[in-house]
């Protein structure tokens, strides 16, 4: 499985918008890139997947690059329930293979 | 709510012992997955299953077993338990096991090992 390269950490004050970046420096053809993301004492949650186009949904925006070796999942407008770890993920099978994460901080 | 649940919430045993964790997939999902979060580990896979078969295997211990059931509920079994193997453990389920679809995960069971 490919590995990504995500910071430990990151802060971001409330109602600003967050970029929270991921290198995939091997990432191959097929590798989907997911993120997910888990709040304190719950399972992880989906936030957004794309392959090779910008991807955008309710939570959040995926922004890739061109090359593919990296991407940045955008939050618009940050809540204090975004407070999570946030995990990038490539696939190219069924099953997710979680890293460290970004554990982000949302200050009022 | 995701829609999966998962049975018992807490958990714990003695070492030696074994327990069933049980996990009910969202209506009409196919595949289920389980995972294990410990404190050193992180999030890790263990175990996948796909309409009754098993699809895919992360680091599952051989103390370690799981099971889909016809009603596609699933089952992990742990089994002379240690120490270590206190953690979260969750159940995720989607509806075809496709590398572009969602998983949607379960609460967790945690389980203390004492």
């Known amino acids: 499985d490919a590995k990504t390269t995500q910071p430990n950490s990151m802060e971001s004050n409330e109602e600003e918008p967050v970029h929270l970046p991921c290198n995939h420096s091997?990432?191959?053809?097929?590798?989907?890139i997911h993120w997910y993301r888990q709040l304190p004492s719950q399972g992880p949650e989906y936030v957004i997947h794309g392959l090779t186009s910008n991807v955008n949904n309710r939570m959040a925006s995926l922004a890739i690059a061109e090359d593919r070796k990296s991407s940045t999942l955008i939050l618009h407008r940050a809540t204090l329930r975004d407070a999570a770890v946030y995990y990038c993920i490539l696939r190219d099978t069924d099953k997710l293979i979680f890293g460290t994460g970004t554990r982000l901080q949302v200050f009022p | 709510d995701s829609g999966v649940t998962q049975t018992p919430k807490h958990l714990i045993t003695a070492t030696g012992q074994r327990v069933t964790l049980r996990c009910s997939p969202r209506s009409g999902d196919l595949s289920v997955y389980w995972y294990q979060q410990s404190l050193d580990q992180g999030l890790q896979f263990l175990i996948q299953?796909?309409?009754?078969?098993?699809?895919a295997k992360g680091n599952i211990l051989e103390r370690f077993s799981a099971q889909q059931f016809p009603d596609l509920h699933s089952e992990l079994n742990l089994s002379s338990l240690e120490l270590g193997d206190s953690a979260l453990y969750f159940c995720?389920?989607?509806?075809?096991?496709?590398?572009?679809?969602?998983?949607?995960f379960g609460p967790g069971t945690r389980l203390t090992v004492l």
């Open positions: 091997t990432i191959s053809g097929t590798d989907y």
């Open positions: 299953y796909y309409n009754g078969e098993e699809r």
């Open positions: 995720a389920s989607s509806p075809r096991g496709l590398v572009s679809g969602e998983q949607f």
